[in-house]
């Protein structure tokens, strides 16, 4: 008839057939949904790759241990040669030396204060060494830096003073001497301090510098 609409949806009519009203998606599948999802899983993904890994600790723990390996290697000639000086003074003070023996040690001693100063190979090697980088890198640097100090600094004082005792010279230098046995202490404390530092970075135990005499 005319004048009269079609004929009303049943209310079994599937949504999207003819006459049906429109339904919203379920709210799993609206676009505002997955969007927030994606970013989601884009920013934990970056902040699971900032994370530092298991390799990545090893990869520094071997860095630092060699670096550490090449600082004892080019401090040891003038390690070796602190122990000398002190014990040629020891023995020379004592009174026990021959003079044949007595005759030796200026020789001695130079080749000593040679051992530690920058004119040396193995001092030279030393100020070249290159820092491992990172957090416990930088405490690595740190004890480098300090071993430069004991080697070219105090272990210099120490056998040029025991030069000048040799010598005959005064009480004065004979205080210079414990003043600069001191300071090699306190840097040999603190190297030590520096490398636990880098332990604590890494939860690991380096190897100690060698500076003990």
């Known amino acids: 008839m005319t004048g009269t609409s079609g004929p009303a949806a049943s209310p079994g009519t599937p949504p999207g057939t003819p ?10 599948r609206r676009r505002a949904f997955l969007v927030a999802v994606g970013a989601v899983v884009v920013v934990g993904i970056a902040v699971i ?5 298991g390799a990545s600790r090893t990869a520094d723990i071997q860095a630092d241990t060699t670096v550490i390996g090449q ?15 002190l014990t040629l003074y020891s023995d020379e003070t004592s009174g026990t030396l021959t003079s044949a023996h007595r005759a030796q040690i200026p ?6 204060l040679d051992a530690c100063s920058l004119t040396d190979q193995s001092i030279y090697d030393l100020t070249d060494v290159e820092s491992p980088g990172g957090t416990a890198g930088n405490r690595v640097s740190d ?12 272990a210099v004082g120490v056998i040029a003073t025991i030069q000048a005792l040799t010598n ?13 046995e001191h300071l090699m202490a306190a840097d040999g404390k603190r190297a030590a301090a520096e490398i636990h530092a880098a332990d604590t970075d890494l939860r690991a135990n380096l190897p100690l510098l060698k500076l003990s005499t």
């Open 168 to 180: 005959g010279s005064n009480g004065k230098a004979r205080a210079q001497l414990s003043k600069y």
């Open 143 to 154: 004890a480098l830096n300090t071993a430069t100090v004991w080697t070219t600094s105090d």
């Open 107 to 112: 020789g001695l001693l130079r080749d000593d």
């Open 19 to 28: 006459g049906s009203a429109p339904t919203k998606a379920p709210w799993f």
């Open 49 to 53: 790759s900032d994370l530092p890994t």
């Open 71 to 85: 600082i004892n290697t080019d401090i040891a000639p003038c390690v070796f040669a602190v122990h000398e000086a």
